[in-house]
């Protein structure tokens, strides 16, 4: 089955600057990747997601990237602000049915 | 539109009893699946219904079952409880596609 694997576990920031995440996946027929962020005691929440046919989307300070080659999507956030503090799950699917997750960034950003 | 609600919100339960946990997805949403999220394992695909027929299964064990009724609300079921089923159960709704799966608050299992 589909096997994602996300990096890093944590990742602590500066306030004002970016923040990448990375994951990778197994399956090569995986042609929709979301990006959630949980924040503690909530839901996850869709912030992002790409198709396959897509390289790059945007959206404000959120950017996710595709390289289906290498078969790896990573999520950017740029001007980072304390209220970004989260954990970020990528996910993966070639059906739409089932998402497979990543085990998640904690994103700390300070003040 | 009303987000995805789940019912109840936390649940105890004993080793051995069984519990029914629902879903009410977003209005016109068809897709209804169901997640495991535990700090161990993170967040495991259950199984996914649409148009109240299960579509894809994810790898647990025969305790885990569910349904879909016509207005697309969806139940789960967890027979003979163990203390290893004590998680946060998430269900999500989607349009027919799947594309943009909207998580509801989850169900705290506590089993004890």
């Known amino acids: 089955g589909e096997n994602v694997e996300q990096h890093p576990s944590t990742l602590s920031v500066q306030e004002g600057d970016s923040a990448v995440i990375k994951c990778t996946y197994s399956d090569s027929a995986s042609n929709y990747f979301p990006w959630y962020k949980q924040e503690l005691g909530k839901r996850p929440q869709l912030i992002i997601d790409i198709r396959s046919n897509v390289g790059e989307k945007k959206d404000q300070r959120i950017a996710v990237t595709l390289n289906k080659t290498a078969k790896h999507f990573s999520l950017h956030i740029t001007e980072t602000q304390p209220e970004d503090s989260a954990v970020y799950f990528c996910a993966a699917s070639n059906s739409g049915y089932a998402l497979n997750f990543g085990k998640g960034t904690s994103l700390l950003v300070t003040p | 539109k009303a987000g995805v609600t789940q019912t109840p919100r936390y649940l105890i339960k004993t080793r051995g009893q069984q519990v029914t946990l629902s879903c009410s997805p977003i209005s016109g949403h068809r897709s209804v699946s169901w997640y495991q999220q535990t700090p161990g394992q993170g967040l495991q695909f259950l199984f996914e219904?649409?148009?109240?027929?299960?579509?894809n299964k994810g790898n647990f064990p025969g305790r885990f079952s569910g349904r879909q009724f016509s207005n697309s609300r969806s139940e789960m079921n967890v027979s003979t409880l163990e203390l290893g089923d004590s998680a946060l159960y998430l269900c999500?709704?989607?349009?027919?596609?799947?594309?943009?799966?909207?998580f509801g608050p989850g169900t705290r299992l506590t089993v004890t």
């Open positions: 219904y649409f148009s109240e027929t299960q579509r």
């Open positions: 999500a709704s989607s349009s027919s596609t799947g594309d943009g799966k909207y």
